[in-house]
């Protein structure tokens, strides 16, 4: 079955620390992949997107994505994590080939950064 | 420029009432996306409007029910509610040209049923 995976329920980082973000996919082919951030009581912001081309993706605030397509997985990375980082990152998918092309997500991880 | 707007903000209902919802999308945007999302859970798509219609539909049954009017702005509307119905539901907003758009989000509206 097509799904998006997100192992982590909840990472707990200090301020200053790295932060990677678990995300895999199965998809028949490789659809176009994304992470979301949602604030309390906000609407979901586009951090980064990758569609083709270099597997390495930059996106808003600092925060880096790397698509492995061995591994069915697009993992996000910060070198370093703000206290303000502290939110809710989903991790979407969306087939190229559907016609609406809507966002199939995941479960979401919920990260706290400790002062 | 304005972003999606949603309204209400926030909606209390009892069991078996009927809900309107809706979203204004960005500017220049003609396609309006609705998603539900359960506590603890992301987001399901429910379905989409594009020109007035329905393109597609997520695994929802048919109490759910939209428009889409010719501003491009949308109504969701839930009828005989249950409890588990209670959620955020978020408004997304693209254009339908071109590979891919990326879809804008509303703040959403909290239903809570009870």
């Known amino acids: 079955a097509q799904s998006v995976t997100q192992p982590d329920i909840h990472i707990t980082v200090s301020e200053g620390a790295s932060l990677e973000l678990r995300c895999n996919y199965s998809y028949g082919a490789t659809p176009y992949l994304f992470w979301y951030v949602q604030s309390p009581g906000q609407g979901l912001q586009l951090l980064l997107k990758?569609?083709?081309?270099?597997?390495l993706v930059q996106g808003i605030k600092g925060f880096e994505a790397e698509f492995k397509r061995s591994q069915s997985s697009f993992n996000l990375r910060k070198p370093s994590v703000h206290w303000s980082d502290a939110a809710e990152y989903f991790c979407?998918?969306?087939?190229?080939?559907?016609?609406?092309?809507?966002?199939?997500f995941g479960s979401g991880t919920q990260l706290t950064v400790l002062p | 420029d304005a972003g999606v707007t949603q309204s209400p903000t926030h909606l209390i209902k009892t069991r078996g009432q009927q809900v309107t919802l809706r979203c204004s999308p960005k500017?220049?945007?003609?396609?309006v996306s609705w998603y539900q999302q359960a506590l603890g859970q992301g987001p399901q798509f429910i379905f989409q409007?594009?020109?007035?219609?329905?393109?597609q539909r997520g695994n929802f049954p048919d109490r759910f029910s939209g428009h889409q009017f010719p501003n491009y702005s949308s109504e969701l509307n839930v009828n005989a509610l249950l409890l588990g119905d209670s959620a955020l539901y978020l408004c997304?907003?693209?254009?339908?040209?071109?590979?891919?758009?990326?879809?804008?989000f509303g703040p959403g509206t909290r239903l809570t049923v009870l």
């Open positions: 409007y594009y020109e007035e219609e329905e393109r």
């Open positions: 500017s220049g945007h003609d396609t």
């Open positions: 979407a998918v969306v087939v190229p080939s559907g016609s609406a092309r809507q966002l199939t």
């Open positions: 990758y569609f083709s081309g270099d597997t």
């Open positions: 997304a907003s693209s254009l339908v040209q071109g590979s891919y758009n990326e879809q804008f």
